[in-house]
């Protein structure tokens, strides 16, 4: 042993030994964690005499309890939740899937929709139409100082969102000639007139809706919106396999399920959007290992962890996975039947880590599956505990 080491072991040695008296419950930096279990009432503040006294009342009643009910034990840490618990905290956010955007708020539309007349109101905008029945609003027209030539119009549509209790808000903007006539229903294109002014609508709306109070009232007309829609569900037949069951189109669907097989548990590996396949590997304890490496106090001393499950499926192509793909089998639904080169390796079952979701569908009506990397079902209780962990994590 060196110098250099002996003396770093001297130094480790005397802080130990003097950490001794440093910690603990009877040293200087003392665990009061459980401290609040000895506090105590007060006797009221007395008024000295000649003093009129004003009528006070408890601002936080501490209530009688029979007993010693309170018992003091070991103050121990929860652990943290779920990285997939916590997505999507955030009460308004601006989605975007190619030039389309929309609105997301963490509240259910019966009472966004009070907030959004609220804010067309304030800003100025007469509403024309509010039909709560099919989520519609539309302003009156209006015209734009910097373009006088033309008459402008906006639609909101509000929809309930991919998760509970979540609201999107859709916006469309029409602009004609300023002298064009104009009067009954209106022939709403398929893409806003302007994508500009599009634009301002959505982030003045998302700020406005930000600053809202979230104790807003609800409506109660707006209670019908998206009557007995629901965009996702994850679906149980019996003697079927699981599935998750999407009310989208299909770019929307794919988009979404790419980002949640990339979250969380999940690792995305492979893809192939023209035969609508992921290859995935999912493991539960990635979540807690994001939230404890956050870069701690103490996070110095631990190494990063080694992803063996990943790094073992990075090496794995998509050829590989259709090449081993089970084909004797005919196992229901056959999700694999149009695809090219199935079946031409007899690798043995297990080979391949991870999974392979599988999208097949039309738009709003999209079905996602989950299969062992041989193409075949797994139990119904893992394959609905891996499919509502991909739930959870769709936007």
């Not at 950490?19 to 003392?30: A, M, S």
């Not at 964690?33 to 009528?55: F, M, R, T, V």
């Not at 609003?137 to 006088?148: G, I, K, L, R, V």
């Not at 301002?200 to 009232?217: F, K, Q, R, Y």
Request: charged share 25%.
């Amino acid at each position: 042993m060196n110098k250099l080491t002996v003396g770093a072991a001297l130094c480790i040695s005397s802080l130990t030994l003097a950490g001794c008296g440093v910690f603990g419950n009877d040293g200087y930096f003392r665990d009061r964690s459980n401290d609040y279990q000895q506090a105590d009432s007060l006797a009221p503040l007395q008024i000295p005499e000649g003093i009129n006294a004003k009528h006070q009342e408890e601002l936080y009643e501490i209530p009688q309890i029979a007993g010693n009910e309170l018992e003091q034990s070991d103050f121990e840490v929860p652990r943290p939740q779920a990285l997939s618990v916590n997505a999507g905290t955030e009460r308004v956010k601006i989605q975007k899937l190619g030039s389309n955007r929309w609105v997301l708020v963490s509240q259910p539309p019966a009472e966004v929709w009070p907030q959004l007349h609220y804010f067309l109101r304030s800003s100025g905008l007469h509403v024309e139409m509010s039909d709560a029945s099919t989520g519609i609003m539309e302003t009156a027209w209006m015209t734009f100082n910097e373009s006088p030539e033309t008459k402008d119009k906006y639609r909101l549509q509000i929809e309930t969102g991919v998760q509970p209790d979540t609201t999107e808000i859709h916006v469309r903007h029409l602009s004609v000639a300023a002298d064009a006539p104009v009067g009954g229903s209106v022939n709403w294109p398929q893409r806003s007139s302007s994508p500009e002014r599009e634009g301002w609508m959505i982030d003045e709306m998302s700020t406005s809706l930000a600053t809202e109070s979230t104790g807003a009232s609800a409506s109660l007309v707006a209670q019908a919106i998206g009557g007995s829609t629901v965009k996702v569900q994850l679906r149980e037949p019996v003697g079927h396999e699981p599935y998750i069951s999407m009310g989208l189109e299909m770019e929307r669907a794919w988009a979404t399920v790419a980002h949640a097989v990339n979250a969380g548990g999940y690792r995305l590996h492979r893809e192939d959007s023209d035969i609508g396949l992921f290859y995935v590997t999912y493991d539960e304890e990635r979540e807690l290992a994001d939230s404890e490496d956050d870069g701690g106090w103490f996070s110095w001393g631990k190494k990063d962890k080694q992803d063996e499950l990943a790094d073992s499926a990075n090496q794995v192509t998509l050829q590989q996975i259709l090449a081993g793909i089970d084909t004797t089998e005919g196992t229901e639904p056959p999700l694999f039947k149009e695809i090219k080169g199935l079946g031409v390796s007899a690798s043995p079952e297990g080979e391949y880590p991870g999974y392979l979701i599988v999208i097949r569908g039309n738009d709003d009506e999209i079905e996602v599956r989950i299969r062992d990397t041989r193409g075949q079902p797994l139990s119904r209780t893992k394959a609905s505990e891996l499919l509502l962990s991909i739930q959870q994590n769709l936007i």
